[in-house]
């Protein structure tokens, strides 16, 4: 009924509907996620209450900061002003690519983007995209720490795509599919050595590839301990530096946007993203899953990528700071063997069962 | 015969990407900053991966983004801006022998043509194809095509091994 629904409307309709909802799918979560947990987790995590000021617990806080950056000057530095194009572009390639990731997120049965084939595959190449946009950021701020910033965070994200991809292997190989949609499907539909009250979540079964992944998230979202390129008390922010104003809004909401959306993908991937287990309702295959999943389902993913956030951010506030040949090292020597292990084992696994 | 066995769509959208890519492959060897050719590259690449899309070809397209935008121009990047790439135009940026790239240019060109002409002549795609799925792609590579992709794999290796053996001093 909701796909005919949808159908009932004019193809336009259909796309301002999208651009609408992909607004709301970056935004949300990135408000969510700098109130509930930059401003008020990390405020109680070291004995202080936090913003209190705009609203009930300061709760319109963020207005309040985004309308006083959008105040702010448009500033390029002059070292910087042969590069002005550049420079303001870099920002917009960093957002750009957290809307064209969320794109590919199923929320529900029928409340998705768009079904595509190769899904995941398509998450991971288009958030590599993002690391141009810190570059170039980097480069045409005409600053020796923004550039060296920028250098670290390009290093960091090469190393740290490897072994995400990698992780993601073992979850498409025990799915059978690229396709999130049906990533969600296997999981809620499938049964652990015969056990199927709780559908087959990956992350139980893939734990390894759990973890290798949740650990690519927070070093592909530089968040601490991977925060080199942004180290504020060395890089005095790294390739933000020489940003003011709105450009810096757009690394900020980047930032946790991206934080987000990556929690949601870690969702749907491990955790049966919009789904419940569809031996609860009766349910056997997609098309019989009721209608009222629409709008339960988003809620649901919801719901898991604030369960997810909430470790990066607990992670992020707890640890010190991986110096950088620790970080590399980490990634090169730790990671990517293991991932590459738990492939051999889950294709192993799959051929055997 | 026009709008009855052509797609109008993807033709206007093709003709529009190949001009964005043909000004961007210009603005690659005429551009007088190094960090500039690079960004203009990757518009060209985009473009390819575009008109993979267009040809409902989406695995090569995604794989497209991944190797030469994600990976191979942010090194590209990466290595001029650790050695070289200066804010502003630079002088004396073009390699003194770089005539001696259109004779291989033009012989590339004449080669495709010729090729492609001979290979397909006026075949058209039908419009009705069948959507070629990544299950479909794997197939073949890890069928028909495995050794082929054997030997392109020990070429990576050999190649990854130079590299180290190249940058190890000890």
Do not use: C
Request: aromatic share 14%; glycine share 8%.
């Amino acid at each position: 009924m909701f796909a005919a629904l949808l159908s009932s409307i004019p193809y336009w309709g259909q796309s301002l509907l999208r651009v609408l909802g992909g607004l709301v799918a970056v935004l949300l979560p990135a408000g969510t996620v700098v109130y509930l947990f930059l401003f008020k987790m990390m405020s109680f995590m070291q004995s202080r209450l936090g913003p209190m000021e705009a609203g009930p617990y300061g709760s319109m806080q963020l207005f309040a900061e985004v309308g006083k950056w959008l105040q702010k000057e448009d500033i390029v530095p002059d070292a910087a002003r042969p590069e002005a194009r550049i420079f303001k572009l870099a920002p917009l390639i960093v957002l750009a690519s957290t809307f064209l990731l969320v794109v590919v997120v199923p929320f529900g049965p029928d409340a998705l983007f768009t079904n595509f084939e190769t899904g995941i595959f398509y998450a991971l190449a288009v958030s590599s995209v993002s690391v141009l946009g810190i570059l170039i950021a980097g480069w045409s701020s005409a600053n020796k720490y923004s550039l060296l910033g920028g250098l670290r965070a390009a290093g960091q994200l090469i190393a740290y795509e490897l072994p995400m991809v990698l992780a993601v292997v073992g979850v498409v190989i025990q799915a059978g599919t690229m396709n999130l949609q049906q990533i969600v499907v296997a999981q809620n539909t499938g049964s652990i050595f015969g056990f199927d009250g709780i559908g087959n979540p990956y992350v139980i079964t893939q734990f390894v590839a759990f973890i290798v992944f949740m650990i690519a998230v927070q070093a592909e979202l530089t968040q601490t301990p991977f925060d080199m390129p942004i180290a504020e008390s060395e890089l005095v922010s790294g390739y933000m530096t020489e940003y003011s104003g709105f450009r810096f809004l757009i690394f900020f909401i980047g930032e946790f946007a991206t934080a987000g959306v990556f929690a949601m993908i870690a969702s749907v991937l491990f955790l049966g993203g919009w789904g419940v287990p569809f031996s609860w309702f009766g349910w056997t295959t997609i098309d019989s899953i009721d209608n009222w999943m629409n709008v339960g389902g988003p809620l649901i993913l919801f719901t898991k990528m604030l369960v997810l956030v909430f470790f990066i951010m607990w992670i992020r506030f707890s640890f010190p700071r991986f110096r950088e040949d620790q970080l590399q090292r980490f990634a090169w020597k730790g990671l990517i063997p293991i991932a590459l292990a738990n492939i051999m084992l889950t294709a192993v696994l799959k051929v055997a069962f | 015969m026009l709008a009855a066995d052509m797609l109008i769509a993807q033709n206007v959208g093709f003709y529009i990407i190949a001009a964005i890519m043909v000004v961007g492959a210009l603005r690659v060897v005429t551009t007088r900053n190094v960090v500039h050719a690079a960004l203009w590259l990757v518009v060209v690449l985009a473009g390819a991966a575009a008109q993979y899309v267009l040809l409902a070809a989406e695995f090569v397209a995604i794989t497209q983004v991944m190797v030469y935008i994600g990976a191979v121009m942010v090194l590209f990047l990466f290595g001029t801006m650790l050695t070289r790439a200066q804010i502003g135009a630079e002088d004396n940026l073009n390699n003194k022998n770089w005539f001696i790239g259109i004779p291989v240019a033009v012989l590339m060109f004449a080669t495709m043509v010729i090729a492609l002409n001979d290979g397909f002549g006026n075949e058209k795609l039908p419009m009705d194809a069948p959507v070629v799925t990544t299950q479909q792609v794997s197939d073949q590579i890890f069928g028909p095509y495995l050794l082929p992709f054997w030997a392109l794999s020990f070429v990576l290796l050999a190649a990854v091994i130079g590299a180290i053996v190249l940058a190890r001093r000890d």
